[in-house]
């Protein structure tokens, strides 16, 4: 039988019950705290579900395998895949899309550190949507260290000489260019020749081509680059190029001195290699890099939001949503503490004029590399 409120109200008198007025604020309390964490948690659903969707476009589905399983394959079958727009032009929005080839997965390698990830960015050498299969061009170990707090971007040499293959087992016995694998065997075979080469552990990639890369400047409005008196005349020379390629019509260059550069002017700037040498070419690629990674941490949260759906399908990568989610949490706050690197660096490598090669002291070099990475060395 149900107790009216004289009842309940004598009880609490007599010290049997709970005060009502407390016990009916307890209740509203508990209501407002369940609608709390069902606010929350849409929110937190929410989130997922525009990452999930902003960022479909850019996952390509690359097959990781351990050597054992490797070595049981059967290669006889030669597949080529691709993602991307490949039917529009650079100018109506295409972009290159990412060459995988399935002989040639991505072997598994443990994480060596487990406060270090390296992420491979690079792009590719190509004219247009179809050029799928070029060589590549810029490549940048991107290192985010979670204990010592920092960025550092290592530039690895396009005529470095290595030897191509998946494995050890696999290696070709004779050197050739690092910027060749791409065009031989697609992402894995790229990426696996880097790890034997260089003792690293990288799993996943972030590509780009020239459009794309131009388009993600575009989104922050620009970088500011010190541009030489020298360097003026070489990047008007790509920037005309790329105008062509992607429809555009990017201004030239009309001074030298700190100016803020649009997409197409400073992936043109970057591109500058016969001015000087593939060294400074490289380097003018971590500024560019630098210069970005710099202006995306200032924008505001809204800002990087609207960033980050601009950008969906500007690049490719085998990186699902989650985790691009969590290497930007990781990284957020280490923008102050970023440095760069080269590979191979000054004195470690002779120089092979017939093919025109880098041939590096690896002993040496991946010690070096090892102790940047994981050390607090700039």
Same mark, same amino acid.
């Not at 550190?113 to 491979?120: A, G």
């Given at each position: 039988?149900?107790?009216?409120?004289?009842?309940?109200?004598?009880?609490?008198?007599? /010290?049997?019950?709970?005060?009502?007025?407390?016990?009916?604020?307890?209740?509203? %309390?508990?209501?407002?705290?369940?609608?709390?964490? &069902?606010?929350?948690?849409?929110?937190? &659903?929410?989130?997922?579900?525009?990452?999930?969707?902003?960022?479909?476009?850019?996952?390509?589905?690359?097959?990781?395998?351990?050597?054992?399983?490797?070595?049981?394959?059967?290669?006889?079958?030669?597949?080529?895949?691709?993602?991307?727009?490949?039917?529009?032009?650079?100018?109506?929005?295409?972009?290159?899309?990412?060459?995988?080839?399935?002989?040639?997965?991505?072997?598994?390698? !443990?994480?060596?550190?487990?406060?270090?990830?390296?992420?491979?960015?690079?792009?590719?050498?190509?004219?247009?949507?179809?050029?799928?299969?070029?060589?590549?061009?810029?490549?940048?170990?991107?290192?985010?260290?979670?204990?010592?707090?920092?960025?550092?971007?290592?530039?690895? @040499?396009?005529?470095?000489? +290595?030897?191509?293959?998946?494995?050890?087992?696999?290696?070709?016995?004779?050197?050739?260019?690092?910027?060749?694998?791409?065009?031989?065997?697609?992402?894995?075979?790229?990426?696996?020749?880097?790890?034997?080469?260089?003792?690293?552990?990288?799993?996943?990639?972030?590509? &780009?081509?020239?459009?794309?890369?131009?388009?993600?400047?575009?989104?922050? /409005?620009?970088?500011?680059?010190?541009?030489?008196?020298?360097?003026?005349?070489?990047?008007?020379?790509?920037?005309?190029?790329?105008?062509?390629?992607?429809?555009?019509?990017?201004?030239?260059? +009309?001074?030298?001195?700190?100016?803020?550069? !649009?997409?197409?002017?400073?992936?043109?700037?970057?591109?500058?290699?016969?001015?000087?040498?593939?060294?400074?070419?490289?380097?003018?690629?971590?500024?560019?890099?630098?210069?970005?990674?710099?202006?995306?941490?200032?924008?505001?949260?809204?800002?990087? @939001?609207? &960033?980050?759906?601009?950008?969906?399908?500007?690049?490719?990568?085998? @990186?699902?949503?989650? !985790?691009?989610?969590?290497?930007?949490?990781?990284?957020?706050?280490?923008?102050?503490?970023?440095?760069?690197?080269? +590979?191979?660096?000054?004195?470690?490598?002779?120089?092979?004029?017939?093919?025109? @090669?880098?041939?590096?002291?690896?002993?040496?070099?991946?010690?070096? %590399?090892?102790?940047?990475?994981?050390?607090?060395?700039?």
């Amino acid at each position: 039988m149900r107790k009216n409120n004289t009842e309940i109200y004598t009880e609490y008198q007599d /010290g049997f019950g709970e005060d009502p007025v407390k016990k009916k604020k307890k209740r509203r %309390l508990g209501k407002i705290i369940i609608r709390i964490l &069902l606010a929350v948690v849409g929110l937190v &659903l929410g989130c997922v579900l525009y990452f999930f969707y902003t960022f479909g476009g850019t996952y390509v589905p690359v097959d990781v395998v351990s050597e054992q399983d490797y070595a049981t394959m059967d290669l006889s079958d030669d597949k080529s895949t691709t993602g991307g727009d490949t039917t529009s032009s650079w100018a109506e929005g295409g972009h290159t899309p990412l060459y995988y080839n399935s002989k040639h997965p991505i072997i598994k390698v !443990d994480q060596k550190d487990p406060d270090v990830e390296n992420i491979l960015v690079f792009g590719v050498d190509a004219r247009s949507v179809k050029d799928y299969k070029g060589r590549s061009d810029a490549m940048i170990v991107v290192s985010i260290n979670r204990r010592t707090k920092s960025i550092k971007l290592i530039s690895l @040499m396009r005529d470095t000489g +290595v030897y191509h293959g998946d494995t050890d087992a696999t290696a070709k016995k004779k050197l050739d260019k690092l910027n060749h694998a791409y065009h031989y065997g697609g992402v894995g075979y790229m990426i696996n020749t880097i790890n034997r080469t260089f003792d690293l552990d990288i799993q996943r990639f972030v590509m &780009l081509d020239f459009g794309s890369a131009a388009d993600v400047i575009d989104l922050v /409005g620009g970088v500011e680059i010190d541009v030489s008196a020298a360097e003026v005349k070489y990047a008007n020379h790509f920037i005309e190029e790329d105008n062509k390629l992607n429809g555009s019509n990017s201004p030239l260059l +009309v001074s030298s001195g700190k100016q803020t550069l !649009d997409g197409i002017q400073a992936v043109s700037w970057a591109r500058i290699r016969y001015l000087d040498s593939d060294f400074m070419r490289t380097s003018r690629q971590r500024t560019i890099a630098t210069a970005l990674i710099n202006k995306v941490s200032t924008l505001s949260y809204f800002k990087k @939001m609207q &960033l980050l759906n601009s950008s969906a399908g500007m690049f490719e990568t085998n @990186m699902t949503t989650m !985790d691009l989610m969590r290497v930007g949490m990781s990284a957020i706050g280490y923008t102050d503490n970023m440095s760069e690197y080269r +590979v191979p660096a000054d004195k470690l490598y002779k120089v092979q004029n017939n093919p025109w @090669m880098m041939i590096v002291d690896f002993d040496k070099q991946n010690k070096l %590399l090892k102790d940047y990475i994981q050390g607090d060395k700039k």
